[in-house]
């Protein structure tokens, strides 16, 4: 009763307060989140000299594929431990390789003439169950190389209950030496429009994530273990193995 009184007298304690407080301040970090997540990023050939204030820019690298031809050869002598400068040509055309796309789809059956009968015989094999639904799909990368940095900008599918969502995705960042191997560190992250990279410990466990969905040929994870350096010069990564 004592407590009761209290409340009416001088109103709720310094913890209630702080807990409203701190709830509110989630929830609307959250409505915001939601928000920018479904606000379009403008895709530009140029970025503007006056950006637009709350706009997210994307510029995709070249993908031109007569300048992108070089990389197999370039794979192929990285793997025997060369040196390698390769474009942004070149790694779009690595990338659009891994996802070939609509271009490797079984071509469709030709359709039955009308007034056709099916050929006798016995039944074929039943019809194999459909792929169970993924809920984390990750498309092709583009890989855009300036000012030393490396962009990657994709698109990550959302499925659940037959619905799905697609979400641009744009990261870019630096390379650097962890221990003996050179890793990928993100400056910015963006989902849509949301920049991940301004909430702490979001960031780092969503490209595992992401990455761990396009796994690497042993190969190749091989001989990135073997570079001495990872080094972006101007619009070319320059790569060297021991």
């Not at 300036?146 to 994709?154: F, H, S, V």
Request: a positive charge; proline letters at 9%.
């Amino acid at each position: 009763m004592n407590k009761k009184i209290d409340r009416a007298l001088y109103g709720p304690g310094v913890i209630e307060v702080a807990l409203g407080a701190v709830l509110g301040l989630a929830l609307g970090v959250v409505v915001a989140c939601v928000f920018l997540l479904f606000k379009p990023v403008k895709v530009v050939k140029e970025p503007p000299k006056e950006a637009e204030a709350g706009v997210v820019y994307y510029q995709p690298g070249s993908e031109n594929l007569n300048k992108g031809r070089g990389w197999v050869q370039k794979q192929q002598a990285l793997l025997a431990g060369g040196a390698v400068e390769l474009s942004e040509e070149e790694l779009n055309a690595w990338a659009a390789s891994r996802h070939p796309g609509a271009a490797s789809a079984t071509k469709p059956a030709a359709p039955a003439k009308p007034g056709a009968k099916p050929a006798p015989g016995k039944p074929g094999p039943p019809a194999a169950a459909p792929a169970p639904e993924k809920f984390l799909t990750v498309g092709a990368i583009n890989f855009r190389l300036k000012d030393g940095r490396m962009q990657l900008g994709t698109k990550v599918t959302l499925s659940a209950f037959g619905v799905a969502q697609d979400f641009p995705v744009i990261v870019t960042g630096t390379f650097a030496k962890n221990g003996a191997t050179f890793v990928f560190n993100a400056e910015t992250l963006y989902v849509g429009s949301c920049p991940l990279h301004k909430l702490p410990g979001v960031a780092g466990p969503l490209l595992r994530k992401a990455a761990a969905l396009e796994p690497i040929p042993d190969e190749l994870r091989a001989a990135w273990s073997r570079l001495t350096t990872v080094a972006i010069d101007g619009s070319t990564l320059r790569l060297a193995a021991q």
